[in-house]
């Protein structure tokens, strides 16, 4: 390594935010070096600092993430109604600015962007009361190799179409991809962005999720409304709602998180009127274009009335079709909506989106309790060749263990305390590897 880097190496870098006194002298540098000038504050704004042994070394800008980036959506894994509910739990590195003439500090740019990153999440809820998560950004490939941001530990996700946004619903299109740059700014952040239920210091971030946001696209809704046509409707004959559209209403609120009837009905409450005509929904009386969708007690009744195994198993079933595989890793997961129905789910942990289901009971020891719910559901799985299964610590029992191998899977089940001799013949088993660190070899209970 030249001196220069190892000079490089050993300068302090600290990151402030930008104040109101050194506005002018921050605004005047963007444009004079940067090639794309300043930009105006739009939305949650935030301007850093990057100081090198006490001097002005880099300038950065950040504000609210692109609308809809379906590289970034794929990298995240999260679908249309996570992304319209937690968008502003991505921000953008809208400009970066080097203060220093290229190749006279060996490192500096990497390190800067870094230390910004480090910083960004604090400072973000100092000024704006919530956490971010992810961050994004652009690089043009006609004039830059991104190499710092590679060095900083962000990912090339993909290219943008090349528009370019113009008015609140109108694009220009520029003819000119940029590269799209993506990076967790804590670990797990992907997966915590894409959870069911956001921990509580991100939901002050979270929006009302905009109307006619489904997690199913049109073809899949049509396929999926026939699936449920076929079932039995256990109430009057002269029920206003189909069962099928209120089947499918459910399963597509149970896809999206929800976890209370009350969720199920306020997700119904945002369709707009043409994805309501496609569920066949009924035309309010005296209407021509007013089709109205299920209450709270239409979907309570239904839940309480229908067999959830048959519900269960026809979700399961149009899961597979659709999805024609299973993928690498799957979860086990148990949840009760209210004290009416619970599911057992076997789903993807990169985006959280289930691939079979079953009925479980709130009470403990009995023949559809979580425990033997999650036996015959994995009992039901054609194969399971090539898949780890993971799950807490309620189903590290051999006969799940033994289903998961017969099936051809692996698994990866955790292990409390409470089950003294397992942990103990596990740490017995786990030996210290040097190059794994200790908070992975670790085993807590």
């Not at 490089?8 to 935010?17: C, D, E, M, P």
């Not at 899949?220 to 004959?237: A, G, H, M």
């Not at 239904?302 to 195994?309: A, G, K």
């Not at 979580?370 to 309620?394: F, G, M, N, R």
């Amino acid at each position: 390594m030249s001196s220069a880097s190892n000079s490089a190496l050993k300068q302090q870098i600290t990151v402030q935010i930008l104040s109101s006194r050194q506005r002018g002298r921050f605004n005047q540098l963007l444009k004079k070096h940067h090639y794309l000038g300043d930009t105006p504050p739009v939305g949650d704004f935030l301007e850093q600092v990057v100081l090198c042994d006490g001097k002005w070394a880099a300038l950065l800008i950040w504000g609210p993430a692109a609308l809809k980036l379906k590289d970034r959506e794929r990298w995240i894994g999260w679908n249309p109604l996570q992304r319209a509910e937690r968008l502003k739990l991505v921000v953008q590195n809208r400009r970066f600015l080097l203060l220093h003439q290229k190749g006279t500090q060996p490192h500096l740019a990497s390190r800067a962007l870094a230390a910004a990153c480090k910083h960004l999440p604090a400072q973000w809820q100092e000024r704006f009361g919530y956490r971010p998560l992810i961050a994004e950004t652009f690089t043009d490939p006609e004039q830059f190799h991104g190499t710092c941001y590679k060095a900083s530990g962000w990912d090339a996700a993909g290219m943008s179409q090349g528009s370019r946004r113009d008015h609140v619903d109108f694009y220009v299109d520029e003819k000119h991809p940029k590269r799209l740059w993506l990076k967790e700014l804590c670990p797990k952040a992907r997966k915590t962005i894409t959870s069911t239920q956001l921990p509580q210091q991100f939901t002050e971030a979270t929006v009302a999720a905009a109307n006619g946001i489904l997690p199913l696209p049109p073809a899949s809704q049509r396929s999926l409304f026939e699936t449920f046509q076929k079932v039995k409707d256990p109430r009057r004959s002269n029920s206003r709602f189909p069962i099928g559209s209120v089947l499918t209403l459910i399963a597509m609120a149970l896809l999206s998180g929800a976890k209370q009837i009350s969720e199920i009905a306020r997700f119904a409450q945002r369709l707009r009127p043409n994805q309501r005509a496609q569920l066949r929904l009924p035309l309010k009386r005296g209407t021509r274009r007013f089709y109205q969708v299920p209450s709270y007690s239409v979907f309570y009744q239904l839940l309480t009335r229908i067999d959830p195994e048959e519900f269960a198993g026809m979700l399961s079933d149009w899961l597979t079709q659709e999805e024609g595989h299973l993928p690498g890793v799957l979860a086990l997961d148990g949840k009760m909506i209210r004290d009416v129905i619970g599911t057992v789910t076997l789903a993807n942990v990169e985006d959280g989106s289930p691939r079979a289901m079953a009925i479980m009971d709130q009470k403990e020891d009995t023949e559809r309790c979580e425990l033997k719910a999650a036996q015959e559901l994995l009992k039901a799985q054609p194969s399971l060749d090539a898949i780890t299964v993971t799950a807490d610590p309620l189903h590290c029992q051999k006969q799940t263990a033994r289903i998961i191998a017969e099936k051809g899977g692996d698994y990866f089940l955790q292990i409390k305390g409470n089950q003294s001799n397992l942990l103990k013949k596990a740490k017995q088993q786990i030996k210290p590897s040097p190059f794994l660190p200790k908070s992975i070899m670790g085993t807590d209970g």
